[in-house]
Each structure stands twice: as structure tokens, then as C-alpha cells.
């Protein structure tokens, strides 16, 4: 599967920006869906995950409240919509798959296979 993340862009601190990640082919319901992120000089972490049906989301601690993972299986296309957002979560946000059974949620790096390229969001203060 390859995957495209866009919606990128630059807001101010308590600003709203919703991301997404449009994937190819035609099996995208078969896939747990992630949002990875990294900032300059730091390792790239964890921000939210989705399961293949969507009835399971897992959210970093740093953004729970405040962003909002969803899918759309008919429309192949995964969203992040992130609200409150803060300087601190400027960064290069990635969204990456991986085939998995129902329910599954993934919250490591390491457990995806398909990454896309990276959306830069900058928030200024």
C-alpha cells in the first residue's frame, strides 16, 4: 500500500488542522492505521492509532483531548484532526500501516510496514 499525508501547514497556538493520509488499493479496511510524528533534533514518536474497522483508537498521552484519529474505509483515507494545538507539536507528521486482525490497534514504530511521506506542521506561539 502506499500512503500520501497532507493538510500540513503553519497555526497559531490554539488553532485547529486536520490531516490526512490517502492510501492506494483497494484492501486499506485490512489495515491498522498510525500517526507518527518527530520534531528537529528528537526521536519520532507515537501520536494515534486507529484500528482496521475504526471501533478501537489509541492516543499518545500528549495528545489525548486534544487530537482526534478517525477513517473513512469507503474513501481509502485516514484523518488526524488535531485542535488546541501548541508550539510544542510542531512537527513532521507521518502516517504508516501495517495488516492486521480486527480491533488491533498499534502504537510502536517498529509494528508498520507502509509509511508515507511527512506533513510538516508548525505551530508558533
Known amino acids: 500500500v502506499q500512503l500520501q499525508a497532507s493538510g500540513g501547514g503553519l497555526m497559531q497556538a490554539g488553532g485547529s488542522l486536520r490531516l490526512s493520509c490517502a492510501a492506494s488499493?483497494?484492501?486499506?479496511?485490512?489495515?491498522?492505521m498510525g500517526w507518527f510524528r518527530q520534531a528537529p533534533g528528537k526521536e519520532r514518536e507515537f501520536v494515534a492509532a486507529?484500528?482496521?474497522?475504526?471501533?478501537?483508537?489509541h492516543y499518545a498521552d500528549s495528545v489525548k483531548g486534544r487530537f482526534t484519529i478517525s477513517r473513512d474505509n469507503a474513501k481509502n483515507t485516514v484523518y488526524l484532526q488535531m485542535d488546541s494545538l501548541r508550539p510544542e507539536d510542531t512537527a513532521v507528521y507521518c502516517c504508516?500501516?501495517?495488516?492486521?486482525?480486527?480491533?488491533?490497534?498499534?502504537?510502536?514504530?517498529?509494528?508498520?510496514?507502509?509509511w508515507g511521506q511527512g506533513t510538516l506542521v508548525t505551530v508558533s506561539s
Open positions: 486507529i484500528s482496521r474497522g475504526g471501533g478501537s483508537t
Open positions: 488499493g483497494r484492501t486499506f479496511s485490512g489495515y491498522a
Open positions: 504508516a500501516a501495517v495488516r492486521a486482525i480486527q480491533s488491533t490497534t498499534i502504537t510502536t514504530a517498529r509494528g508498520y510496514d507502509y
